[in-house]
Structure formats: structure tokens, C-alpha cells
């Protein structure tokens, strides 16, 4: 069974400056996929930014990019130019990529505030 | 692209009654659904997965009885509540999975669903 980390229950940024929050995962597959996902107030699940286990390069999408260490089994999220709008609940996620449904093991979660 | 919907987004009950949700995704075809339920100030915890002309397949420890799924389309999965009790009560999120254009699987989530059951 794989076990996704995230040691961080909270954490506080100021506006415009940057942030990493933390992700660790444990798993004996090799092929994968890792997510974060960001729950604002509303509660609506968002995609932010995906990673596949084969792809070495660290994906980014505008301000948000990871940093992927396959062997530490780590993930971390860095927010760039943090906004007020980033204020959420952020959860890491793991997928075994399978050719059947894939389940989400989400970690329990980094709740981040963004203050002026 | 990737939108799922959720309808209701708010539903109040008495205790005994039985809920439906519909989880719908708009703009692409899912042959998988998930569902899930979140407690205050915990993640989400799957409680089944959809699957579209076929029988759901449940967690460990999820009564399947008392959460009926049915998936009878690629884009719309329902969720039943039945005899719904107050420790039902919670927020429950449905999840599509889309492959995109470029082959890569994900999950889009829908609004979520908040039951209070009286």
C-alpha cells in the first residue's frame, strides 16, 4: 500500500515571497503519477500540478513547480510571488498508474495562509 | 476542459430519508467516477470507485447498501444516501477521470456536496 506524507499541518507566507511545502511518499512501484492538488475556502479540489515518476525534468506550471527526487521519494511544492488567492489547503497525492482505475492516496494535508 | 459538476451542492435532511447526488462530467467522457468524503479539517477519504455500466467497487469498510452507486452513463454518476442518520452527515466530493489530449490521467474534482442530516 503506498503512504503519502505531508509534515506540515500549517504554514504562514507573506505576499510576494516564496514558499515550499513538503511531500514524502512511500511506494514499491515504479511507475506512478504525483499530484498537488489546492482546496480553497470553497472546497472545490484544484488542480495544480502534476508529475509523472518516468519524466526526470520537474514540472511547472507559471508560478507553481516542483521539485521531484524520485529516490528520496520526495515532492515538494514551491509557490513563486505568493498571492492572497493561494491562501488553501493543499494536499499532495500519489497514483499507481495501472491499466485499470487509478486510485488518488492523498496526504493529510498543509494548510497554507498567504498574509499581506 | 475537465469541468465535473455536482448537483446539489447543499442538501438538509431528516434522519431516515434518502439523498441523491448526481456527479456529471461536462466536457469529456468518464468511464471512471470516484467518490469520496471529507471530514472538517481532514483530506478526502475514498469511499468507491464508479465504474460506468458496472457494478462500483467499495473501500474496505464502506457499507454498500447504505451508499448506492449507480454510473449509468459516461457522464453521470449518482450517489445515494439511503436512510440517511445524522452521523452521515458530511461533505462528499465525486471525481472524474480524464485522460486529456496528451494520454496523461487525472482527476478533476467536482464542488462537493454538503449533507446535514437533522
Known amino acids: 500500500a503506498q503512504t503519502v506524507t505531508q509534515s506540515q499541518p500549517e504554514m504562514s507566507v507573506q505576499e510576494a515571497e516564496t514558499v515550499t511545502l513538503s511531500c514524502t511518499y512511500d511506494?514499491?512501484?515504479?511507475?506512478?503519477?504525483l499530484f498537488w492538488y489546492k482546496q480553497p475556502p470553497s472546497r472545490q479540489m484544484i488542480l495544480v500540478i502534476r508529475?509523472?515518476?518516468?519524466?526526470?525534468q520537474n514540472a511547472t506550471e507559471n508560478r507553481f513547480s516542483v521539485n521531484f527526487q524520485k529516490a528520496a521519494k520526495s515532492f515538494s511544492l514551491k509557490i513563486s510571488d505568493s498571492q492572497l488567492g493561494d491562501t488553501a489547503m493543499y494536499f499532495c497525492?500519489?497514483?499507481?498508474?495501472?491499466?485499470?482505475?487509478?486510485?488518488?492516496?492523498f496526504g493529510t494535508g498543509t494548510r497554507l495562509q498567504v498574509t499581506l | 476542459g475537465a469541468v465535473v459538476s455536482q448537483h446539489p451542492s447543499w442538501v438538509i435532511c431528516k434522519s431516515g430519508t434518502s439523498v441523491k447526488i448526481e456527479c456529471r462530467s461536462l466536457d469529456f467522457q468518464a468511464t471512471t467516477m470516484f467518490w469520496y468524503r471529507q471530514f472538517p479539517k481532514q483530506s478526502l477519504m475514498l469511499m468507491a470507485t464508479?465504474?460506468?455500466?458496472?457494478?462500483?467497487?467499495?473501500e474496505q469498510g464502506v457499507e454498500k447498501d447504505k451508499f448506492l452507486i449507480n454510473h449509468a452513463s459516461l457522464t453521470l454518476s449518482t450517489l445515494t444516501v439511503t436512510s440517511a442518520h445524522p452521523e452521515d452527515s458530511s461533505f462528499y466530493i465525486c471525481?472524474?477521470?480524464?485522460?486529456?489530449?496528451?494520454?496523461?490521467?487525472?482527476?478533476?474534482f467536482g464542488p462537493g456536496t454538503r449533507l446535514l442530516v437533522l
Open positions: 464508479s465504474n460506468e455500466g458496472s457494478k462500483a467497487t467499495y
Open positions: 508529475q509523472e515518476a518516468y519524466k526526470q
Open positions: 471525481s472524474a477521470r480524464d485522460f486529456g489530449r496528451l494520454r496523461q490521467e487525472t482527476q478533476y
Open positions: 497525492a500519489f497514483m499507481k498508474r495501472t491499466g485499470t482505475a487509478s486510485k488518488l492516496t
Open positions: 511506494t514499491s512501484e515504479s511507475n506512478y503519477y
